[in-house]
């Protein structure tokens, strides 16, 4: 038996190194529809009741803008489901929540009302006349209606262009409102100079001013005689007739936004500017052919407001004028004008369009650019490259950073409804932005929906959610948000698994989401995983996240491995080679890199922290030696104190050998197990570690934590889960820090 399980492990380390399985110990993973044990109650989204699908909300330039079905029927029962009726009317509302879903997700487009009633008609077959009376409760008390959007490929683009277009149209209500008032002071301007001009004071035009009603009750001959001796001559310029004139059809003639009135009364008027596009050099183009008009528009407006005030002086302004938006406008006189949209696929992008996209973010234009990601796991099988060349596309974004100048926004489609609001605040932002989505519709990949491998690929840090806006604040504390993500002080989330063992009993681990639980679920990469048989299972085999916590001399003794479900939901074990190790290195070094930016583990703060923890003890430990020189002999109540102050610095109690502790007083704050698990070990106020959850990791984190001690100062005591893999190694190991 021992020979055997010898010859697994040998095996198990072989396709670690090499890649190759050894068909007599390891299977294949090809078919057997894999996923990572944490996706087991995600057979069935349309069953579940999360952020989707959502409700694109028309006419709101806020977070408002974008509901989510679950929390708008939340928000209905909180309403309607009171009394004797509550119940009934929960039991019903929530089946018709369900039936929308699952409509939605089978591809039925159109707004929530239409989905509302294609669903209530579905479930009113089942004839309880009361199932009426609940839905019209529900409905009523839901006062938003909008198109119903899912979470698949099509939803970043559709969710950006629908809060974009919102937030144009109230852009495009202040510009209204701003020139409509400029052209009719303008128009009052030149009405009342005519007004007093010799043609203005004419008895026929007064005439025509009266109209036909009063025309016989006035002399206007005489009127315009006594009008002629009574105003002032006229001394309105020739020079600033022409020039409101010219602003008028200016202002008239603009393009960027939609007229007022209605097209049909405009007949001959020019079509307004359109504003999304679908490349870079597209939308360049465009802001550079109308540059002179948007310049000319800008001019024309900032002169009209000094003409209505009174205050153009020719002599000053004309110069100054005349120069106007030579070097292109400042970012507040482009503030008022509409936005530009692209939308972006990066499958499509090639090596020009990036430069273009790297040219608008940093250019401070008002362009916002939907960088959309379906696919960041590359086919590497095809050809040389490697896992990092498939996750590039994710490093626009950390450039995009580097330019200090725009919004950027990172997220996966799943987060996008958390999102909403960083949405809008970029849509707002007064220059270029960046928005970074990975859809997650690679499906064909992994036989997942979108929504699913999206918040995989977040959650396992290979594409996590960040914003960084630059107009928050003076300093990245202020700019970056990086909390979006979870558990965001620790390399990988950890989450609570429970499963049924041969024996029928209940089994309940922590489990670590890296990078490699996401690989794993991608069919292409399946020569880098081996199935385990379930009788072949030893102590060689650990997790992922502790595998990666070890340093590696020579070759190893422990081979990392992942819980993995099959398409019957049964447990199986699966190991991986090191090609995936490296890369989920890797992507763990640009956490890091992110939670720095973010101020989680800042290695300057720590930095500081530990000098100033230095200085702290060299001062301590000189007033120490400073103070018996300055103390008498000790009186009798002297010595009781120190006595007693003696017996309060011992335990109190021993520590029982079955119970982890660690010996606090005497850490040197090495970092070492504070990094291995931050939820489970956290330091107290003198900077020295304590077990702060004892729930929060595994007893194998417990001991590696111990055998990395560098003072050797934690007991792992007996382990909460007797069940745990590995169990009897990992006892063995604790033994020498009892």
Known sequence: MDRDMEADTQSHVAFFLTGRRQPEHLDAVDGLDLRPALFAGYRELSQLRYDFPVVLVPGRADSQSVQSLSGLIDGALATAARGSDAERIRKHVLALEQEVRALAEGGAGGTLAALWN?????????????????FKRARAAIKVDGEVAICDAALPARLLRHAWSAVQKQKAERFRKDLDRLVQKLSDILKADFARSEAGRSPAHLQESVGTGYG???????????????????????SRRQRIRELLAVLHAQQFFPPAT????LAGAPAPYSFEFESCAEALAAFRERSPRLIELARAIAIAQLEIDGQYNEARHDALFEQFGANGLDPQDLEPFPDYLVCLNAAKMHAEEH?????ILSSGLQIKVLLQIDDILED???GAGNLSAGLRSRQVANMAIGLNEAYVLQSSSSNLFRFRERIVRGLTFGGPALFSVYSGA????????????????MESRAFPAFTYDPSAGANWAARFYLEGNSQVDLDWPIQGFAYEDEQHQRVSEDLAFTLVDFVASDRRYARHLARVPREKWNGSMIAVDESLSRERKGLPDKVPSVLMVDADNVLQRVIVDERLIREARRCREMWHSLQELGGVHNSHAEKLLAREKKAWEERMQKEAEAQPAAVPAATPAAAATAVAASAAAEPEAEHSPDEAWIDTPRCSTCNECTQLNGKMFAYNGNMQAYIADINAGTYAQLVEAAENCQVAIIHPGKPRNPNEPGIDALLKRAEAFI
């Open 442 to 457: 690679n499906g064909a990949a992994s036989g997942l929906p979108p929504y699913l491998v999206s918040a995989a690929a």
């Open 380 to 382: 590497a099988a095809a």
């Open 216 to 238: 016989g009750s006035f002399d206007f001959d005489a009127l315009s005689h006594l009008l002629a001796t009574a105003l002032p001559k006229d001394t309105f310029p020739e």
């Open 355 to 359: 430069a273009q996209l790297m040219e």
């Open 118 to 134: 294609a669903a209530a008609s579905r479930l009113a077959k089942d004839a309880d006349p009361s199932l009426a009376d609940s």
């Open 262 to 265: 209605a097209p049909a009364a």
